[in-house]
């Protein structure tokens, strides 16, 4: 009976009571984060865990959480969470070079995504394009970003010929320099494809070579017989 009161109330039986003394917890106090962390790791109840990962800012926890925690709620909640810290959301996120690095690091599409539509970093966007997928968002990026370098570099990922094709049409008379990357772009494409039709037709024709060499050698011996 008496334990019940020593233990701290995020130990309490009630993850009620454990949920609400997380809120109460401090994402800048050195051991404050220690209990947080072993919170959102060890505690049986997913909301709790939730609440607790919802406070941390770390993106060393954040990434190792997500990484190691098998419940889908906790590792949505662990995913949303890194991406706002990425972001910079919040009070006590990591400075801008950074969470840049750590982008680098992780190099994953969803979240490089998230930034492209969300962030107000344009260093961070920036950053963020190497490591999108989205081929249709490249293009809305390239076509209608405010900044000019942002959409340079969405216009540098974009491999899809239609899309390339497009764009060039669009960006053709109001953004020179986005036109002239998807103009060479479209020209190596080009270039590729004529070299590896030449090359196909090269093998053709020393397939038929021999071919007829062949023949030529086969109806000779049994014509000299």
């Not at 020393?206 to 000779?220: N, P, Q, V």
């Amino acid at each position: 009976m008496f334990s019940s009161f020593l233990k701290p109330k995020w130990q309490h039986s009630n993850p009620g009571i454990r949920k609400a003394a997380v809120d109460r917890l401090s994402a800048s106090d050195d051991g404050d984060i220690e209990i947080l962390d072993r919170i959102a790791r060890e505690d049986p109840d997913t909301d709790v865990r939730c609440a607790a990962i919802s406070r941390i800012n770390s993106l060393k926890l954040l990434r190792s959480i997500a990484a190691s925690d098998t419940s889908e709620k906790v590792l949505k909640t662990a995913t949303a969470q890194l991406s706002d810290v990425l972001m910079g959301k919040g009070q006590g996120s990591p400075p801008l070079a950074d969470r840049i690095a750590v982008l680098t690091e992780i190099g994953n599409g969803r979240l490089a995504e998230a930034i492209i539509k969300d962030s107000q970093e344009l260093e961070l966007q920036i950053a963020a394009v190497d490591y999108v997928e989205d081929q249709a968002l490249l293009g809305s990026v390239a076509l209608s970003a405010p900044s000019a370098a942002l959409r340079q570099a969405a216009a540098r990922r974009i491999e899809d010929h239609e899309l390339l094709h497009d764009l060039a049409k669009s960006s053709k008379k109001h953004d020179k320099n986005v036109y002239r990357i998807v103009n060479q772009k479209l020209t190596e494409i080009r270039d590729s494809f004529k070299e590896a039709s030449e090359s196909q037709s090269r093998k053709e024709h020393l397939t038929k070579s021999m071919e007829l060499l062949a023949k030529s050698s086969y109806t000779s011996l049994y014509s000299a017989k």
